[in-house]
């Protein structure tokens, strides 16, 4: 029996029958929210139950009607199954499967649009290839030919998940190296039959290898620690003489683990994936995993594989029992059957961010050029999800711009400042994130909000957003109250709608940061580098706030400067003076890891709650880190008044290439950075620019010093100048234009990216004077010659309106103080030193806007887009789309909603 926690974890207890239903139904007596029916208890299964005058136009929905609207990704959906149907990480004999999704592993770069590049979905990995498919089938009719009762034909012996398969995949990890130990005896398997090659692995499992159908596991989509061994095990020689270490990587990787994983990803969330994940599905959790469509579709497997196929307590041979277990326990086993009918196609025809449209009946990803009617935007999906897809006051005032001039009083019941959120429809401002159209993000000539202070955080609820001012932190879920420190007589407030609590001089010392990760833990640091964990009990009108001191965390030797928490990772990051960054472990409240020392205070620090990367900005430097404590990149930003106070990541789509870091500086503004590739130049034309390993190290930054200045001694002076390259890319600009680095860093180099240099500002706001994209002539004696790849962070657009001191048009500029993104990042809030907290957001289809202005530029119709009959009339006040008052419902008020704008309002209450 699985038990799933609501912290996150879950827990797997192993019973005999008897005791495990008599638990299940003390459990399910305890805790009477657990419903009977397995689909309706995971967590994200169902939405909570609208409530409202319009929720008799919804109904709840499953996960599969959820990702079929587009709600869910790919693999949030598979993980799903796979919890349903008994798959889980705490079993590797019933470890989640996922699909093989491309077929080109030898390329040295890749287009996702090409639909050639993917696997069949349709077929199991027996069938990938005619000729095995051929031997399976020959296979299948002489085991039939037989006529054995007990030993019914199958074409596959071998199953295409088990408990060896996951320790193959991730034996350069503990503990899954012991697990694989255990399995073979204390040792490791033969090196020419163990996992070293994405390329190799996928010939095997789909072509050249009969007793090979291997799927993958979850981890081929986010987890790049498992593709390194780190740990530096020996694992032998081939007999060709590779010696086996790191897994080796498809050319379009560019030998990073982290862009395979990223590409992999991205592959998965593919257009072309989405419109045939369903016929996988179909094979492993649906109807064609047994009977007459299993044979049709070739997905025929062992019988012992197949759940209720055999029951172990009736046997009574020990020897049999025993030998029928250890084949199930060593081949793997059916995960269980979800579905008794064709799963249905997800709705694919959607708006892309260049207006594009990908239809179901598509089987290639958006064409350019076509342009987006009003039927198809009308048509496509809704993302009827708990977030607001555009944020707007719900008083008359704000709606026209006008900010609340009534200053704030933290002692107020009312505070913290907050503005209620409407949904409307997706397209009204772009159904992807932000980082699709920077260019066309536009901002409000007034403030969204104003506060009395600087604002120190912004938060966003499902309906409303919530900010304060600096050295307060509010109060997750529902972020209505706050507390506040840094106060004279270093004591803690908390203020909510029924008062303040005064809690006076907790420590001996000045709290000098807070956060508060869940309703029931405060954490605080001190300016001794004392951080202590408490347990918060808020308090109501008759009843005071408490707390008790539950854990002291050591590790810091200065005054901590910043916290930041992640829920979804478990995860606390605290920062000191001496520029010391420490991850801590909510779960147990111990010490992880330490990042490498920075060499000023860090100002900020975020933590993505989807990928789990880490931002820290320490004066005028930004750096990006793995959840694991790699540097993935660093970059400066050496303008006068260029120190970073604040940073967020974008965590919708973190798969794509063009998701972004935005930072908030002292100089007012707000900038952009994306993550791209530098092609590092041959060593010895390096050498022949003159560089030598001094000056490198000289103009490298102190902090990338600090990360590769352990391994000086043991690497070659060029070796040493190429890592120093990866952390500083505007030395390869001068590199390539023979000159001597400045130091300057302007993020313009030489990248993968087709932009064009028109297209980038520079830290000083002035296009920079670059020559052109330099593409090196490759010899044929050097084509077998591998590039090298380094990342770097590219400024890729700023925002100077209101805020930045530099821009003529601001009557009152300010340092850019705190950011916050909505949930699906398609709006952006920046709050600034006077108090003022500004909405940008953009609009890709420029249909928003009052009725009459939607009427003066749609051009006439002749038939409403949905009926195709009658002359549209009427306007839905949330889409814009121009419908027929039979297709639009008048809802009073001179309101009228379209029933797709309905069934949205209704979802969201």
Excluded at 89 to 108: E, G, H, R, T, V
């Amino acid at each position: 029996m699985e038990v799933f926690l609501a912290r996150g974890r879950n827990h797997l207890v192993a019973f005999s029958k008897n005791i495990r239903d008599a638990l299940y139904q003390r459990l399910r007596n305890l805790c009477p929210a657990i419903l009977s029916n397995p689909n309706e208890s995971v967590a994200g299964q169902y939405h909570a139950k609208p409530t409202g005058i319009l929720s008799n136009f919804t109904r709840m929905k499953s996960v599969t009607e959820r990702w079929l609207r587009d709600e869910i990704t790919n693999f949030q959906y598979l993980m799903h199954l796979n919890t349903l149907a008994g798959r889980t990480y705490n079993d590797l004999m019933q470890y989640p499967i996922f699909p093989w999704i491309l077929n080109d592993y030898s390329s040295k770069s890749i287009d996702l649009s090409n639909p050639n590049l993917y696997r069949d979905l349709s077929k199991p990995m027996g069938a990938q290839t005619e000729s095995r498919s051929i031997q399976f089938k020959k296979r299948f009719d002489e085991l039939g030919d037989l006529n054995d009762l007990n030993h019914k034909p199958y074409l596959y012996g071998t199953h295409y998940s088990s408990a060896m398969i996951v320790s193959s995949y991730l034996i350069r990890m503990e503990p899954f190296t012991q697990h694989f130990l255990t399995v073979q005896g204390g040792q490791f398997d033969l090196p020419d039959r163990m996992f070293h090659s994405i390329q190799e692995q996928w010939v095997s499992a789909s072509a050249s290898n009969m007793a090979d159908v291997k799927e993958l596991i979850p981890e081929f989509f986010y987890l790049p620690d498992f593709l390194k061994n780190s740990n530096k095990f020996k694992f032998g020689a081939k007999q060709n003489g590779a010696v086996l270490n790191d897994v080796i990587l498809p050319p379009w990787a560019k030998g990073d683990p982290h862009e395979f994983i990223r590409i992999h990803r991205e592959a998965l969330e593919s257009p072309f994936v989405s419109a045939h994940l369903h016929e996988w599905i179909d094979l492993v959790f649906g109807y064609k995993q047994t009977g007459t469509p299993a044979h049709e579709a070739d997905n025929v497997f062992h019988p012992l594989f197949y759940e209720g196929e055999v029951n172990i307590e009736e046997i009574d041979d020990p020897l049999e029992r025993q030998a029928t277990i250890s084949f199930i326990n060593n081949f793997g086993q059916m995960p269980k059957q979800l579905f008794k009918k064709a799963h249905p196609a997800k709705r694919l025809q959607q708006a892309t961010a260049s207006g594009h449209v990908a239809s179901s009946s598509d089987s290639l990803p958006p064409v350019s050029g076509k342009s987006l009617t009003l039927n198809q935007l009308h048509s496509a999906p809704l993302r009827a999800a708990s977030t607001a897809d555009s944020v707007t006051s719900a008083s008359r005032s704000s709606r026209s711009g006008q900010p609340d001039s009534k200053p704030l009083d933290i002692d107020s019941p009312t505070y913290p400042k907050s503005l209620n959120l409407k949904v409307t429809n997706a397209f009204s401002s772009g159904r992807f994130p932000l980082f699709y159209y920077l260019d066309k993000l536009s901002c409000p000539d007034e403030p969204f909000l104003q506060l009395s202070g600087p604002v120190g955080q912004i938060c966003i609820t499902e309906k409303s957003l919530r900010a304060v001012e600096h050295s307060r932190a509010l109060i997750p879920p529902s972020f209505n109250c706050y507390v506040a420190w840094w106060l004279p007589d270093n004591s803690l407030r908390f203020t909510n709608n029924s008062g303040s609590t005064v809690i006076e001089r907790l420590q001996n010392y000045q709290i000098s940061s807070c956060v508060v990760p869940s309703p029931d833990i405060l954490i605080t640091g001190g300016n001794n580098g004392l951080i202590c964990v408490w347990d918060m009990a808020l308090g109501g009108k008759s009843k005071p706030t408490t707390l008790s001191l539950r854990k002291m965390l050591h590790g810091h030797l200065s005054m901590i400067t910043c916290l930041s928490s992640c829920s979804a990772y478990s995860m606390l990051v605290s920062a000191a003076k001496d520029g010391s960054c420490i991850l801590w472990d909510l779960n147990q409240y111990r010490f992880v890891r330490r990042l490498p020392a920075h060499d000023s205070p860090i100002s900020a620090i975020h933590i993505n709650s989807s990928s789990g990367d880490i931002v820290t900005c320490a004066d005028c430097t930004l750096s990006l880190w793995t959840i694991n404590g790699d540097l993935l990149a660093s970059v400066n930003v050496p303008t006068p008044g260029g120190t970073i106070l604040c940073c967020c990541m974008t965590d919708q789509r973190t798969w794509d290439e063009k998701s972004v870091v935005i930072t908030g500086s002292a100089d007012g503004i707000v900038r952009f950075w994306r993550m791209e590739w530098v092609e590092v130049e041959d060593r010895e034309d390096l050498r022949s620019q003159g560089f030598n390993q001094e000056n490198v190290f000289s103009d490298c930054s102190p902090l990338c010093r600090s990360v590769i200045g352990s391994a000086r001694n043991s690497i070659t002076s060029i070796d040493y100048i190429t890592d120093i390259l990866g952390k500083r890319p505007s030395l390869v600009e001068g590199a390539l234009r023979g000159m001597q680095s400045t130091g300057e860093q302007t993020g313009s180099v030489t990248t993968t990216s087709t932009s064009s240099a028109s297209n980038f500002l520079n830290v000083e706001g002035q296009p920079p004077q670059l020559s052109p994209h330099r593409s090196k002539t490759v010899q044929p004696s050097m084509v077998e010659t591998p590039a090298m790849w380094k990342r770097c962070l590219r400024l890729v657009h700023r925002l100077v309106k209101h805020t930045a001191f530099d821009y003529p048009g601001n009557a009152e500029p300010a340092s850019v103080t705190a950011i916050c993104l909505s949930k699906n990042n398609r709006q952006m809030f920046v709050g600034d030193l006077r108090g003022r907290v500004f909405n940008w957001k953009g609009v890709i289809d420029k249909v928003s806007g009052s009725k009459s202005e939607v009427l003066l530029r749609r051009p006439p119709a002749t038939v409403c887009p949905l009926c195709t009959m009658t002359a549209p009339t009427v306007i839905c006040d949330m889409c814009h789309a121009c419908l027929c008052d039979l297709c639009c419902q008048s809802m009073g008020d001179e309101q009228a909603f379209c029933e797709s704008c309905l069934i949205v309002q209704a979802e969201d209450g």
